[in-house]
Every structure is written in C-alpha cells, then in structure tokens.
C-alpha cells in the first residue's frame, strides 16, 4: 500500500487513502470513521504487509498512534515506512521497533557529474573549461539535493553564454535564509528561466493534488479553455502544442514518471518539491473548489 499523506493527516482522510490503495475501485467517502476502521482491520488482520507514507509532514504523535492501534494487526513481518523531510516528523515516527535512516545527500563530485550530464551534449564540456568553473561554483549551491542539480542543469542545456551562468551562480536567491519546509531556490530559479509562454501552463498544476497522475489530454483542456495556448501551426492541433510545451517542461526536469504512448497521449506527476513551486508561484491565482 503507498500512500501520499503530505499535511493531510487527518484520520479520516489517511484511512480512506489506505483503502483506496487497497481497493481502487471501492468508494469509501461515504464511510463513517468506525466503518473505515473496521473495513481495515478486517483487510489487514494476519496479513503480511507493507503499507508506505508517504512525505509525511505530521508532528502530533497522538494522531500518529491512533493510525498505530488501527494498522498493528498484520502478521509477522509486516512493515511501514515512512518518508519525510522533517527531522520533527522523523523524531515523533522514531520510536521503538521504529528506526530511522536519513539519507545522504549527494557528493559535490556527484552532483556535478550529474549537473555536465543534462547542461551539456555528451563530449560537449571538454569545449567549455570556463563554464565548467562556473557549474562547480553552481553545483556547490545546490547542496547535494539530485532534483536542484537536475533542473538547473537541464535549464542550462546548450545554454553557452557565460552571462547566463552568472547569472545562475550569483542570483540573490541563494542568500535568503532556508527554513527547513521553504522552497528550493534552485527550482525558484528554474522557474523564472522559463519562457513567458510556459509559466501560466507550469503555475496551472498547483490546482492538482499531490501525487496525481496528470494526462497531456486534461492539460490540453485546461490550457485551451484558459487562452494558454497560441494558435496552432500549420497542420497542428491545439494538442500538439500542449505535448509540445510538455515535451518542453519535462526536457526541463519539472516532469517525472512520464509515460508517452505512442507520441499522442502521456501521462506524468510531478516531484512534490516542484508542486510546492507552482503553488508558491500562483500565489492564489488558481483555486480549486470541492462540491459535495
């Protein structure tokens, strides 16, 4: 079971995404709490399983043991973990048989070995020692965090104006102070390099929830009926621009797990720090609301 819990902790609502994971085709919005427990008890009893949460942001430890005394009726040898980016969260879920393993950064060796690999054609960085100083200076900045190497390397794809590098390396945004949960200043910066035409199609996935699978058709949709979408040219389709400017953003590392089938239709998601950055970045220009 893998379940994206986010700042969503909520015992309800963690219950029915467990379900759901279970039973895909189960709705369980209707449920009443008791139901929900009982549902999963019943599912999970003398069970060996492996139930993930995912980013999880929760720091009160009486909601994290309501959930224990609900799950702790699997067989032996079940397991849960748990993902996180906050030592607070990681130090109330740390508590016995429960251990803890942050993870390693990457090394600055590494990571600019990764930052050449999408900033330039393969054989192309032996020709550029000048920016190849500047992409270290811009490798150290990032701090090892892979998805900050990877955009700002791939938005620097046969970029060789070393005005642009610079500017990159010395960007006021690296000296703001970080608080633990802000965003990444290397996908701030990302995102202020993308072409105007891009931004408002980038900024319309903060209407979408964590984790979702996105589809080239909805974004086709949703762009069209917003006017983000230039008339198309001879012998293309509204679509084709919509694959195109996907093409564009995931060339830029700001799509993951995409899925292309057959060059028509794809599905996507997105890192959860980049939809942190186009939430950041709408700042309340797009909202969604739900009906009952």
């Not at 100083?133 to 955009?151: D, R, S």
């Not at 700002?152 to 590098?165: A, M």
């Not at 060059?263 to 009906?291: C, P, S, W």
Request: proline share 4%; aromatic share 12%; with cysteine.
């Amino acid at each position: 079971m893998w379940v994206c819990v986010s700042n969503d902790f909520e015992l309800r609502n963690v219950l029915i995404k467990i379900l759901n994971s279970l039973l895909p085709n189960e709705l369980f919005k209707n449920y009443e709490i008791e139901q929900l427990q009982n549902r999963l008890r019943n599912m999970l009893q003398r069970q060996k399983f492996l139930l993930v949460l995912d980013d999880e942001w929760n720091e009160n430890s009486g909601k994290w043991n309501e959930l224990k005394e609900i799950i702790d009726v699997g067989a032996k040898g079940s397991k849960i973990l748990v993902t996180t980016r906050s030592h607070s969260t990681a130090a109330i879920m740390h508590t016995k048989p429960f251990n803890s393993y942050p993870l390693e950064r990457l090394s600055e060796e590494e990571s600019f070995s990764l930052f050449v690999k999408l900033a330039f054609e393969e054989g192309e960085d032996k020709k550029y020692p000048q920016l190849l100083e500047i992409g270290k200076e811009i490798v150290k900045k990032c701090g090892g965090i892979p998805l900050a190497v990877k955009t700002l390397g791939s938005s620097l794809f046969s970029r060789v104006d070393r005005i642009e590098w610079e500017f990159i390396r010395d960007n006021e945004i690296w000296n703001l102070p970080q608080n633990e949960n802000d965003i990444l200043p290397a996908l701030e910066i990302s995102y202020d390099r993308l072409p105007s035409y891009l931004k408002p199609c980038f900024t319309s996935f903060s209407l979408f929830g964590e984790d979702d699978t996105l589809s080239s058709f909805i974004c086709a949709n949703m762009w069209e009926a917003l006017g983000f979408l230039p008339p198309p040219k001879e012998k293309e389709t509204l679509v084709d621009v919509a694959n195109r400017f996907l093409h564009d953003l995931l060339s830029r590392s700001f799509l993951t797990d995409f899925i292309d089938f057959g060059g028509r239709y794809y599905e996507f998601k997105l890192h959860d720090l980049v939809r942190d950055v186009a939430i950041y970045v709408a700042n309340g220009e797009f909202q969604t609301i739900y009906i009952p």
